[in-house]
């Protein structure tokens, strides 16, 4: 079946020791999306790559980047991971061809990240 | 600046009850408003809509959106335990922009 696969699903690391989150998909969408998510409240975009234009949103820390070599893979590095970075991280896709709909977005199941 | 605003933000109900959940929004050149059912997971995909006054229905949930009052209601009736989770709305542009989320409703259904 085709979808949206990201590892590891829990990941636990220490206090400014880099880690790295994957997402893979086989929907062969070219939108590729990278969410933050506290717990109660919205997932917060962090960026998102259009094919392989990168847009980073404003606020996100630049303690947070991110790699696409393909169009199925995507990477989510965080260089320092602090106490406040401890989160859900979803990866979605979507299509964006220039034909509607194309703003829905297939989430994959998330990574926790735990930092000690 | 795009919102999109969801109410209540929480909402517990006895099963079998019926609810509303709702969802406004203020966004430019306005394409589609998607709901989404999260549990203790990734978010999960219910509804698109794109166009005023027609409803989707999925069993027992069902979805309208208002383009003229810029507002979509989520309905869901005979709720079940299973359906408790929160319902995420979020809005798309016709530009390059990703969606905007609410926050959420959180809904409790207890037996």
């Known amino acids: 079946d085709a979808m949206v696969i990201q590892n590891p699903r829990y990941q636990v690391t220490q206090f400014g020791k880099p880690v790295t989150l994957s997402c893979s998909q086989t929907?062969?969408?070219?939108?590729m999306y990278w969410y933050q998510q506290k717990s109660s409240q919205a997932p917060k975009l962090l960026f998102h790559?259009?094919?392989?234009?990168?847009?980073n949103e404003a606020d996100t820390p630049d303690n947070f980047q991110s790699r696409r070599p393909n169009t199925s893979f995507c990477f989510l590095d965080i260089r320092s991971p602090g106490l406040g970075d401890a989160a859900m991280y979803l990866c979605?896709?979507?299509?964006?061809?220039?034909?509607?709909?194309?703003?829905?977005?297939?989430f994959g199941p998330g990574t926790r990240l735990t930092v000690l | 600046e795009d919102k999109v605003v969801q109410s209540p933000l929480s909402l517990v109900v006895h099963e079998g009850d019926t609810v509303t959940l709702n969802c406004s929004y203020e966004?430019?050149?306005?394409?589609?408003l998607l709901w989404y059912k999260q549990e203790k997971k990734a978010p999960t995909f219910l509804f698109m809509l794109?166009?005023?006054?027609i409803e989707k229905k999925s069993g027992r949930l069902s979805s309208i959106l208002d383009k003229k009052e810029l507002f979509s209601i989520l309905n869901i009736t005979a709720t079940q335990t299973g359906d408790s989770a929160v319902y995420l709305c979020?809005?798309?542009?016709?530009?390059?922009?990703?969606?905007?989320f609410g926050k959420g409703t959180r809904l409790s259904v207890i037996a």
């Open positions: 979605a896709t979507s299509i964006r061809r220039g034909t509607p709909p194309y703003n829905e977005q297939f």
């Open positions: 929907l062969n969408h070219n939108v």
């Open positions: 790559y259009y094919d392989k234009d990168f847009n």
């Open positions: 966004v430019t050149n306005f394409r589609s």
């Open positions: 794109t166009s005023s006054g």
């Open positions: 979020a809005v798309g542009n016709s530009g390059n922009t990703p969606l905007v």
